[in-house]
């Protein structure tokens, strides 16, 4: 079921996440969030979507930034519940748009390499290595669950102009 992206500047997005609790995880419920999520996010079309997105104050995203092969995109997707990083390192700016922020890119500082842990689709503990791309959707992911959105970069004037183009509906938030 297609699901409804919150937007900036709903009250929403700064809340922080809460962990999900293991029994959580085996549920029909949340297995049918997560399917939720990821045809949500490969309808926007996006690369990744964390869960308060969406509305539920969860710690979960979902993730496939898939891998080109000629004209195909093969599927790569992941699950990524109650993650944490252990390991950062690096630097790299990274242009960065958002589901929540419609029209908006922002240069981003970000950790060229990062490591995760956290549990998968079926509450298994795993760690991931990541560089570039998939560290910084990690990041950015994270960040949605600490309630921190790309527009926090922007000088107080951007934000301003962003705000009131929304408010005079040129950008769609719906």
């Known amino acids: 079921m297609l699901l409804e992206i919150v937007k900036f500047p709903d009250p929403l997005l700064r809340q922080v996440s809460q962990s999900v609790e293991v029994e959580e995880i085996h549920s029909k419920e949340f297995q049918s969030l997560l399917e939720n999520m990821f045809e949500t996010m490969y309808t926007a079309p996006g690369i990744g979507l964390a869960a308060v ?4 104050l969860k710690r979960v995203m ?3 930034l898939g891998i080109e092969e000629g004209e195909v995109i093969e599927r790569e997707p992941r699950v990524i519940i109650n993650p944490q990083f252990t390991q950062q390192e690096g630097s790299i700016i990274w242009e960065e748009g958002c589901l929540s922020c ?3 890119v922002v240069p981003m500082k970000r950790f060229q390499k990062i490591s995760v842990e956290g549990l998968d689709q079926e509450a298994k503990p795993f760690s991931l290595q990541a560089e570039d791309l998939l560290a910084v959707a990690l990041q950015h992911e994270i960040d949605h ?4 959105l790309i527009i926090d970069q922007l000088s ?6 962003y705000k009131d183009k929304i408010q005079k509906g040129k950008i769609a938030i719906r």
């Not at 997105?53 to 539920?56: L, P, T, Y």
């Not at 669950?145 to 921190?148: I, L, P, V």
């Not at 107080?156 to 102009?161: G, Q, T, V």
């Open 102 to 104: 419609p029209e908006l």
């Open 62 to 64: 979902v993730l496939d």
């Open 145 to 148: 669950m600490d309630g921190k």
């Open 53 to 56: 997105q969406i509305g539920v």
């Open 156 to 161: 107080h004037l951007k934000r301003s102009r």
